[in-house]
């Protein structure tokens, strides 16, 4: 979930298990969300993207769920692997309003996978 | 290969120094972006622009200038005005009007000031 201090949110999960990753967004009238994952020292890197219109969107080995009515996000990643520890965030862009500087991003969950 | 490329990956700073921290593209995208990301916090715009020689302040503009002569490169200035420099820096570019807001990101700057 979303971190309300200095300290990240962390996730430990086996290897080869299920992770879910949890985002509470603020603003019912965004259209789209982005899940990025952020290894540590690079840049971000798009995952997938869900539109407030959808409720599920599968990509390879990850899920975005969207439940509007509480406004939760949530990232599924099948079958855990070390590759897949990093920092995971989420993304709301306004509805309506086109560019990425409209995107307000959470602060991250930081994944660990033991091996 | 496509990409955004940000130099130096690390950047050392003394007190009451500019320093200018550099981003190129060859994605062809028409806007792009610097962000700033502090320990446990989530991204926070600094500056974006959308067209060369055009830019507007994002959320935390203050002590920080940029240009944008070229299409391809957008160098964002960290002046002795920014009381709290040290952090890890992002560029970022995007289509113009992209609907869904993604963003493309350089692999960062970490500036530390000594």
């Known amino acids: 979930g979303e971190s309300v201090g200095l300290h990240l949110p962390t996730l430990s999960v086996q290897e080869g298990d299920n992770s879910i990753i949890n985002c509470a967004y603020s603003?019912?009238?965004?259209?789209?969300f982005i899940w990025y994952k952020q290894e540590s020292g690079k840049g971000p890197q798009f995952i997938i993207d869900?539109?407030?219109?959808?409720d599920k969107r599968q990509g390879q080995r990850v899920t975005v769920l969207l439940n509007k009515t509480v406004k939760h996000l949530s990232l599924q990643i099948a079958a855990t692997q070390p590759g897949d520890s990093a920092v995971y965030f989420c993304?709301?862009?306004?509805?309506?309003?086109?560019?990425?500087?409209?995107?307000?991003f959470g602060k991250g969950t930081k994944l660990s996978v033991i091996p | 290969d496509g990409g955004i490329t940000q130099s130096p990956k690390y950047l050392f700073r003394k007190e009451g120094q500019n320093v200018t921290l550099s981003c190129e593209q060859n994605l062809n995208h028409d806007a792009m972006y610097w962000y700033r990301q502090d320990p446990g916090q989530g991204l926070r715009l600094i500056y974006y622009s959308q067209i060369v020689n055009d830019f507007q302040k994002g959320d935390i503009a203050e002590g920080y200038s940029v240009s944008r002569e070229k299409k391809e490169s957008f160098p964002l200035t960290v002046t002795s005005a920014q009381k709290n420099p040290t952090a890890f820096y992002l560029c970022a570019s995007s289509i113009l009007q992209t609907p869904r807001g993604e963003a493309f990101f350089g692999q960062g700057t970490r500036l530390t000031v000594v």
């Open positions: 993304a709301e862009k306004p509805l309506g309003r086109a560019g990425s500087y409209q995107l307000t």
């Open positions: 869900i539109r407030s219109n959808m």
């Open positions: 603003n019912s009238a965004s259209d789209y």
